[in-house]
T-cell receptor, first 114, second 114 residues
């Protein structure tokens, strides 16, 4: 079956702009989590959605937001971009989430803020 | 404060030897711990999961141990091959086992020399 699909793969934005990233989970998976990966901070949890509800949130400012649709597809949005938002944004899907279900990651979206 | 540390940033070993990677954590009580492999430019790939009530888990050439008293997990690759060269990440559950909020270590870059 198809894996987790993230679009776009690469993005270049200017400071102050906003950006929307998309994630299509594996068919049947209901939990979608988002992570930010940078060389300095590693992989950091942004938020998790399950059945269209945000179930968990990491320690990121309110400029980072997300949502999940009824078909489990998810989007994350970053408003008022800053240079420090340049990172690889990864989406992971799981069958139900919790109880140690494995997470399947997409290839990521490489965001560069100039 | 809560911390997850992977003891080595980089580990170089000879082909055929056993690679041992360490993951230590403080101020967490994870219900489970996972290990992932990440290749450059790609998302992490799930390898193994071990629960708090398990001491050891094996899968082919991989072995994971979990000591909740020492707050440590060891990840072993036996008979290592150059194809095993990658960054290995440990991740623990910080959602009490009920959600998919994974906290990742900074990773260990393993290089297996032929």
């Amino acid at each position: 079956k198809a894996g987790v699909t993230q679009t776009p793969r690469y993005l270049i934005k200017t400071r102050g702009q906003q950006v929307t990233l998309s994630c299509s989970p594996i068919s049947g998976h209901r939990s979608v989590s988002w992570y930010q990966q940078t060389p300095g901070q590693g992989l950091q949890f942004l938020f998790e959605y399950f059945s269209e509800t945000q179930r968990n949130k990491g320690n990121f400012p309110g400029r980072f937001s997300g949502r999940q649709f009824s078909n489990s597809r998810s989007e994350m949005n970053v408003s008022t971009l800053e240079l420090g938002d340049s990172a690889l944004y990864l989406c992971a899907s799981s069958l139900i989430g919790g109880s140690g279900t494995e997470a399947f990651f997409g290839q990521g979206t490489r965001l560069t803020v100039v | 404060s809560q911390k997850i540390e992977q003891n080595s940033e980089a580990l170089n070993i000879q082909e055929g030897k056993t690679a041992t990677l360490t993951c230590n954590y403080t101020n967490y009580s994870p219900a489970y711990l996972q290990w992932y492999r990440q290749d450059p430019g790609r998302g992490p790939v799930f390898l193994l999961l071990i629960r708090e009530n398990e001491k050891e888990k094996r899968k082919e050439r991989l072995k994971v141990t979990f000591d909740t008293t020492l707050k440590q997990s060891l990840f072993h690759i036996t008979a290592s091959q150059p194809a095993d060269s990658a960054t290995y990440l440990c991740a623990l559950d910080s959602g009490g086992g009920a959600t998919n909020k994974l906290i990742f270590g900074t990773g260990t870059l393993l290089a297996v020399q032929p």
